[in-house]
Structures are given as structure tokens and as C-alpha cells.
């Protein structure tokens, strides 16, 4: 029986525009290599600037303290004061990260009158001055160990880039500014196309079904650059210091608002989260990934054993994995939890098309046979294919084909990858009624 194939559907709202994937560059010159560590059984990408580039350019990981895109803030709401752009919290807001901190120093085992100074100290107003000597000072050491060259006074030479309102950091923070993108529980209204994948981290907004525009520079997110508070025109020397400041804003007699900058007691920083099947692409499909463990690189071969130990069908899953990125969707293996399945497949990306196919791994040998990973009743396909079908996607069985030679010694290098085969097999539900109808029609 022939497949028959349907289009992928489209959002109908869509918040930013679509990048280009991370190129697959053969010279090492031309390369962007990112760094990420491996940590209890995890990859995580640290850098901010790497979290943006790998996400952005592909869709990889999802953020350790967001549903899918890496946007976690102390807040939604960033104001102007005294030439710098910080994050603004009220007094109670304030008041409860210094409860968070007391508590994790007092469970560290310090005093509490030590406790109690140091939280003191912390909650002191700071100068604006003081926190862009600081922001400036922090920025020259981070710029020494990239081995960015200073100048003979010890700050920075004007060749290098100082982060001010219009970089590219100032406009990520931009942003996080709409309400609506940081309220994952907001009711989309009735018009919105409900998203039954838990990996949308879009919340409706204006409709919009067309495509985006991938050359496009505008950002057709609700926080635009015609922002009055967040414009670069309107101070164009407001400096983002860094996570350690932020805004308290607080009432005091009269009903007059204070504004005090001070540090942050608490904070929670987001990384990107990597899956075994993501990072080994990007550093063996793609070569723009160094894996580090305990701070030390790890070779291809290195990885690959280390990620065959942690996970025993790694081999299939990462040959499923590689074979539908390199086709051009973007496979999502966390959102198959929900439905039962091992991967999802989006067509550019989960913001602007829903998933395709529900894809099962299954790992046999040329006569189709052996061990499957996921054995099936026909009760438990039926219900899969059911539940497939009422989310309006497809049921894909992925079968990962073993040559009957192929040795364990083979499977320790990511070379036995090129002997694998696939084929792909889709489960549709037979429906009585709309047979006899077909007939009739016949």
C-alpha cells in the first residue's frame, strides 16, 4: 500500500523570524567550534553566546529552566537607570531571594550571624558608577582569556566590542520583554491553534500564517526596536552589566517610588541542555561541538564510547537521529515522551510548524528480525497509532537495519554508522466506515 503523504502543518502565530542552520564547514578555519561540558550523564552548554548560536541555528537542547527556548530571567520588565539597562524586581520580590539565600548558606553550614552579615551586606544600594567599574573589569578578565588584545592603560582597545544597548546581547534581552512569551500557562483564546507538543515555547500572539522570511532582519516578536523603553535611541549609552545587578523598586512614605540598585542575592542561571544524540551530531555530523569532560576534550571516538556506555541503543538512536537532520527535519526526542514514542519531526523548527511524524526506533537485522528495543502487542500498536492520530500526526516505524557481519569490535567507532541501514514504515489506523464509503464511492 502506497504512503500518503500530507504537508506539515504551519502555526498559525510564529513570534520570530527562521535563521539558517549551522553550516556544515570541511575547512577547520572556517569553523565555529562551541563548547559544552558532559556532567552526570548530561550535555550543557554554558556560554551565553553558544546557548543563542546552537539553539537559534537549528533548534538543538532546550533550556534546563524553560520549556524549549533558553529564555529564564529574574524578571520580564528591564528599565533605564543612570545610563545602565538592569532587570527590575519590587521590595517583596526582592525580599524573597534573600530568604532563597539565607537559606542556602545556613544548609552550607555557616553561622547565622554570618549569615545575617552577609546577606546585609548584599542588600546595600550600589552606585551606578561602581557597577560599570565592576561590569568593565569583569569584562576585560573574560576578554584576557579569549585573548583579546588591551590597551597599554589596562582597558579595553577600541578595536575590541563593548557591549552596549544595540548589540546582540541587549537585543536577546529586548527580547524577554513581552509578558506573553514568559506566561506559558496565558490562554491562547479561541481563535489560537492549540499546540498539542509539549516543546512549543511560543505563546499566541498576532496571527501570522505566513512563513517566516528567513533573510528577513526584522524581529517579528511583540517586543520590537519601536520599544520607548527599550529602544536604542532613547540612551544609547546604557551599558547591560551583567546578571549580579539588578533594580529594586520599592514605595516608601508618601507613596513615592524608590529605584536602588543592588546585587542579586539568588540567582538561577539557564544552560542549554543537549541530548547524547544532539551533541554527538553537532560534533561529529557537524564539527562545530567540543564535548568536555572534566574539563578536558573529548576526541570522536572518545565520545562515541563514552555515550554507548551511558546509553546501551545509542548506535540505533543516533543513526535514526542523523539520518533525519541530515533530510532536513528537525528530530526533537523529549517531546516523544509525551505520546510514546523515541522522536518528534518539525519542519524548520518547532515555532513555526507543528510536528509531522511520531517516529519509533527499531533496531533489527537483514531478514527483519532480533530484539526489538520496544516490543509491541497488537493492543499496544492500535493504542499508539490511535493516540497518534488524535494529535493529528503520523505514526513513522524507523527500522535501523544491522548487516548479520557486523561485529561488537565495529559498533566502538562511529565508522560502523556507514554500514547501517534504514527504513522507514507508516501505521495508519483502518477505519471500518470510511472503507465502505471509499467503496461506495468506487
Wanted: overall charge negative.
Amino acid at each position: 500500500m502506497q504512503a500518503e503523504f500530507r504537508a506539515p502543518r504551519r502555526r498559525c502565530r510564529v513570534y520570530e523570524a527562521y535563521e539558517a542552520p549551522l553550516p556544515v564547514s570541511r575547512s577547520p578555519e572556517e569553523r565555529s567550534t562551541y563548547r559544552a561540558e558532559l556532567l552526570n550523564q548530561h550535555v550543557l552548554v554554558c556560554h551565553p553566546d553558544h546557548i543563542q548560536k546552537i539553539h537559534n541555528q537549528g533548534y538543538f537542547g532546550k533550556g534546563v529552566l524553560s520549556r524549549a527556548r533558553p529564555t529564564h530571567s529574574i524578571t520580564d520588565q528591564w528599565e533605564h537607570h543612570e545610563g545602565l539597562f538592569l532587570p527590575v524586581v519590587s521590595q517583596s520580590r526582592y525580599e524573597e531571594l534573600l530568604a532563597w539565600a539565607g537559606r542556602a548558606l545556613s544548609a552550607q553550614g555557616l553561622a547565622e550571624d554570618a549569615v545575617s552579615q552577609t546577606l546585609l551586606q548584599l542588600s546595600q544600594p550600589v552606585e551606578a558608577e561602581d557597577v560599570r567599574v565592576e561590569a568593565e573589569q569583569e569584562r576585560n578578565n573574560h576578554r584576557v582569556e579569549e585573548g583579546e588584545a588591551l590597551s597599554p592603560e589596562g582597558g579595553v582597545s577600541p578595536h575590541t566590542k563593548r557591549i552596549r544597548l544595540g548589540s546582540e546581547d541587549k537585543l536577546e534581552a529586548k527580547k524577554r520583554l513581552d509578558p506573553q512569551d514568559l506566561n506559558p500557562d496565558q490562554d491562547p483564546g479561541p481563535a489560537s491553534d492549540q499546540d498539542p507538543d509539549p516543546t512549543s515555547d511560543q505563546d499566541p500572539g498576532p496571527a501570522s500564517d505566513q512563513d517566516p522570511d528567513p533573510t528577513s532582519d526584522q524581529d517579528p516578536g511583540p517586543a520590537s526596536d519601536q520599544d520607548s523603553d527599550c529602544s536604542p535611541d532613547s540612551d544609547t549609552e546604557s551599558l547591560v552589566p551583567g546578571p549580579g545587578f539588578v533594580l529594586v523598586v520599592s514605595n516608601s512614605e508618601g507613596d513615592r517610588v524608590t529605584r536602588q540598585v543592588r546585587r542579586t542575592p539568588f540567582s538561577l542561571t539557564e544552560y542549554l541542555q543537549l541530548s547524547l544524540e544532539e551533541a554527538f551530531f553537532l560534533v561529529y555530523g557537524l564539527g562545530c561541538l567540543s564535548v568536555c569532560l572534566q574539563q578536558e576534550p573529548l576526541s570522536v571516538i572518545q565520545l562515541w564510547r563514552k555515550l554507548r556506555s551511558l546509553q546501551p541503543d545509542f548506535v540505533s538512536s543516533y543513526a535514526a537521529y542523523h539520518h533525519y537532520r541530515s533530510r532536513g527535519w528537525v528530530p526533537k526526542g523529549g517531546s516523544g515522551a509525551k505520546y510514546g514514542v523515541d522522536l518528534m519531526l518539525y519542519r524548520k523548527g518547532p515555532p513555526f510548524y507543528h510536528a509531522s511524524y511520531s517516529v519509533v526506533i527499531e533496531r533489527v537485522d537483514d531478514a527483519f528480525r532480533g530484539s526489538t528495543l520496544r516490543p509491541f502487542s497488537w493492543r499496544s500498536l492500535a493504542t499508539l497509532s490511535r493516540i497518534t492520530a488524535n494529535v493529528c500526526k503520523e505514526l513513522m516505524l524507523c527500522y535501523i537495519i544491522y548487516p548479520a557481519d557486523l561485529s561488537e569490535a565495529e559498533l566502538d567507532s562511529p565508522a560502523c554508522l556507514s554500514r547501517l541501514k534504514v527504513q522507514e514504515l507508516i501505521v495508519s489506523r483502518w477505519v471500518s466506515s470510511r472503507e465502505r464509503a471509499e467503496q461506495e464511492d468506487i
